[in-house]
């Protein structure tokens, strides 16, 4: 039935127990039924379904319905449902569409308003956006109208209302009241289980899930004094987990693969031992004599005569059901230690710690094997899943890189295939040229990888005309789809390889993961950068800024010289006012506009603007560029808070934001509140965008491109505030006055006027754990959010491992007139 194609391409009934909706639809009795259910799914709503033309008409309502005809309560139109939808209650599994629990709040028969009506003239009202019925339930009795908030035929946004009837209240009347406390929490209990379920897994191999992804080492030209380190060879081979249990095994790549086939002899010898367990290792193809060859290892099993296949394993995630990975890293190899000695699986061995503490011991030992480097470990290291840490460290002896084949040179003289690759990495979600490699191939390699070059060729180039590329007129382009590993001598001036060698193809890697890898150094108190002609000396950089969580300077800084690129759109032409912690959150802060021009070096950019308050000129600083914000960082100023309109245009804003403030309200009510404003945004076609604040609320923007003056913009704000309150009036105010919004979250409009500043998206705060005013997907604001998760440490890997939620923003130009006259 076409109605229900949405409804059916939505779910996954192999999963979900909904009814599918393809069976004979026939009215179970001659009256129209109606049936209202409870759905605990991302947010708490109510769905309000109505039996019309052979299916069931149906809205979400936030709030739930009402008998209060004082209340307007939004109605979000949703697909069609089947009648058998009708009776359904039970538990939606986590991964589908519409995730928690449904009950049935009331349910009964319906009829039309005018009793002259019927299904064709229901319709009809559908349609004009006026929808008039009767219900006959067990909680809900009496007149209701449904009415589309806008004229427009496909707008989804509807109000319900109660007609003051006979079965009409005259107080504030909420449906949650009618709903049992176990009801109630069921659906709590669900989901929360649900959430958790990877955690508390009985059996670990039973998911191939992101939870056990395998812990990433930072490269480095160090370690630190003050800890204790374990040293390891840094093994050439696929990293690999391995999922053991009585009934499977399962060994997975990096990036989620399974290796099972193409490592098949490892994988059957290691179903011999009975435990369920998860191993961390790297299986390499090795000789007699231990040295190893990554190349072997691509095109998996078998492997040429003298060589075999050994995984080495290096750490122990579960045993038998019991999480390790909080477990310090000595504790976790004893365990692994004692298994490896008992379990006696051919080719699976332990990787020996190097019985020294001493790092350059280790890399002295590292030359004399010819290894390609050393891993360091702290050896109270826990483990943290799919995450790069500097708790490990790889030491290399010889640089080497990961590149993004994207051309090739043709072949000269009697070579064989081609000349050299053209290689790239991603940087700013572009291909960054990083120079060719036309050495280290074997005849087989050449002829292998020629033939596969081949087959993706391309005319497109993919960087910009402006980059120069070596020997372009004898380039051929391919798609970027293959990926190389090479060494390399170092880096050359422009950001190109030095002596380049090639070494292998890399399978287990994904193109857009493939950046210039740049080592970890060592904490020095002092660092001078160099942009251009612009110079600048980091000071001070061991001080410890948050003392409770062993945070200093340096990783501030740090944190900032790899978001910057992201930040700096936001902060473009903007005035920014600093808020200065030079000795850390612990003391006390204070803020600062005015800029003396004498103050730092010569190229910071002010403007004179004259203050609000005082009519006196200030000096504010502008921040357009990586070195400046560094500049303001390396002063202390922890948070950056730009001006919403920039010095050009002072009285015509860039953004509009709506501040809610939780001001002690439970923070899941701010999550509904929030969504709500994104509902209401969306029914009027304003493109709405979502950070925390990195304290304690969030923030709602709309990129209004100095089209409107901040009266306009101000007022727009207040009345969306305004039609928020109307859905939360118990937990929401737009009073200013602190004392008359006590524990209620404020509707905070009042950020849109001249030379009010808010943070910046990225952000960190001075708040404990370092947190960042960090851009979120809608999807994302849900009971789970937290603002305590978004931190210098965690945005920087949410930042390499997903999309910017913010990228389109500066596309989506919003229409404020044509919204106002929807509202």
Not at 286 to 312: C, I, M, T, W
Not at 342 to 368: C, G
Not at 696 to 722: C, K, N, P, W
């Amino acid at each position: 039935m076409a109605k229900l194609n949405t409804y059916q391409q939505k779910r996954d009934f192999d999963k979900t127990k909904e009814p599918k909706g393809d069976e004979t639809r026939k009215r179970s009795a001659k009256r129209l039924r109606f049936v209202v259910q409870r759905h605990h799914a991302s947010r708490l709503h109510y769905d309000f379904r109505l039996e019309i033309d052979g299916v069931l008409k149906s809205w979400a309502i936030p709030k739930g319905p009402s008998l209060h005809p004082k209340d307007k309560r939004l109605a979000v139109m949703v697909e069609d449902h089947p009648l058998s939808y009708r009776t359904f209650e039970g538990e939606i599994p986590k991964g589908s569409y519409g995730f928690g629990t449904v009950t049935i709040f009331d349910e009964g028969y319906y009829t039309p308003l005018e009793k002259s009506h019927g299904e064709k003239e229901l319709l009809a009202e559908l349609e004009s956006g006026s929808l008039k019925v009767v219900l006959h339930g067990k909680k809900l009795k009496g007149e209701f109208a449904l009415v589309r908030m806008k004229q427009a035929q496909d707008d989804k946004a509807w109000l319900l209302l109660k007609h003051k009837d006979r079965y009409a209240v005259e107080q504030a009347y909420d449906a949650e009241d009618e709903v049992s406390a176990a009801d109630k929490a069921a659906g709590t209990r669900f989901r929360k289980q649900a959430t958790n379920s990877n955690k508390k897994a009985a059996d670990p191999t039973a998911t191939n899930s992101s939870t056990f992804e395998p812990m990433l080492a930072v490269l480095a030209t160090a370690t630190t004094e003050d800890d204790d380190w374990i040293f390891e060879q840094k093994l050439d081979g696929f990293r690999a987990i391995a999922h053991l249990s009585k009934k499977d095994i399962q060994l997975r790549s990096r990036n989620g693969k399974s290796l099972n086939k193409q490592f098949a002899s490892l994988a059957n010898a290691l179903k011999t031992d009975e435990r369920s367990l998860i191993l961390d290792g790297e299986i390499v193809a090795e000789d007699a004599k231990g040295n190893s060859r990554f190349q072997l290892l691509q095109h998996g099993e078998p492997l040429p005569a003298k060589y075999r296949l050994v995984y080495y394993v290096f750490d122990l995630l579960m045993l038998d059901g019991n999480d390790l990975r909080e477990y310090p890293l000595v504790e976790r190899r004893d365990l692994l230690e004692r298994w490896v000695k008992k379990a006696k699986i051919p080719n699976v061995r332990l990787v020996d710690s190097m019985q020294t503490e001493n790092e350059q011991d280790a890399l002295e030992v590292a030359k004399e094997k010819n290894w390609e480097g050393i891993v360091a470990k702290m050896s109270d290291s826990t483990y943290l899943s799919g995450k790069r840490t500097d708790a490990w460290r790889k030491l290399k002896l010889l640089q080497s890189q990961e590149a993004i084949i994207v051309g090739f040179t043709a072949a000269a003289g009697s070579r064989l295939g081609f000349g050299a690759l053209v290689l790239a990495v991603m940087q700013d979600k572009q291909y960054q040229y990083i120079g060719n490699v036309g050495t280290g191939f074997t005849d087989v390699q050449l002829q292998e990888l020629s033939a596969q070059l081949n087959k993706i060729k391309t005319t497109r180039k993919p960087f910009a005309t402006s980059v120069a590329v070596a020997n372009e007129n004898k380039v051929t382009w391919v798609k970027p789809k293959l990926i190389a590993e090479v060494t390399f001598s170092e880096w050359t001036t422009d950001n190109h390889l030095r002596h380049p060698v090639f070494k292998a193809l890399r399978h287990d890697k994904k193109i857009q993961d493939i950046s210039r890898v740049i080592p970890l150094q060592e904490i020095r108190n002092e660092r001078e950068l160099t942009f251009g002609r612009k110079k600048l000396t980091l000071s001070n950089q061991k001080k410890i800024y948050w003392p409770d969580d062993g945070i200093t300077k340096s990783d501030l800084l740090n944190y900032y010289e790899q978001v910057g690129e992201l930040m700096l759109p936001y902060l473009k032409d903007k005035p920014i006012s600093m808020n200065r912690f030079p000795n850390g959150i612990k003391e006390t802060g204070f803020f600062q506009k005015d800029v003396d021009k004498n103050t730092g070096p010569n190229w910071l950019k002010t403007v004179a603007l004259e203050s609000e308050s005082t009519g006196n000129l200030v000096n504010y600083l502008i921040c357009n560029d990586l070195p400046t914000l560094l500049w303001i960082a390396n002063m202390g100023s922890i948070e950056i808070n730009p001006w919403l309109a920039t010095y050009r245009k002072k009285t015509k804003p860039v953004f509009a934001v709506l501040d809610l403030d939780p001001n002690g309200a439970d923070f899941t009510e701010v999550v509904a509140v929030a969504n709500t404003a994104h509902d209401i945004l969306d029914q009027a076609g304003v493109p709405n965008f979502i950070k925390t604040s990195g304290s304690t609320g969030l923030h709602i923007y709309i990129y209004v491109a100095e089209q409107y003056s901040f009266d306009v913009i101000r007022d727009f704000m207040e009345m969306l505030a305004e039609l928020v309150h109307e859905q939360h009036p118990d937990s929401t105010s737009v009073e200013r006055s602190p004392s008359k919004r006590k524990k209620k979250i404020y509707l905070d409009f009042m950020q849109n006027k001249r030379a009010q500043t808010i943070v910046a998206p990225y952000s960190v705060r001075p708040k404990p754990g370092a947190t960042v005013s960090t851009p979120l997907e809608w999807d994302e604001v849900n009971e789970d959010l937290s603002i305590a998760q978004f931190t210098i440490q965690t945005v920087m890997n949410r930042i390499e491992s997903q999309q910017d939620p913010w990228k389109d923003i500066f596309e989506q130009k919003a229409n404020l007139k044509k919204a106002i006259a929807s509202f």
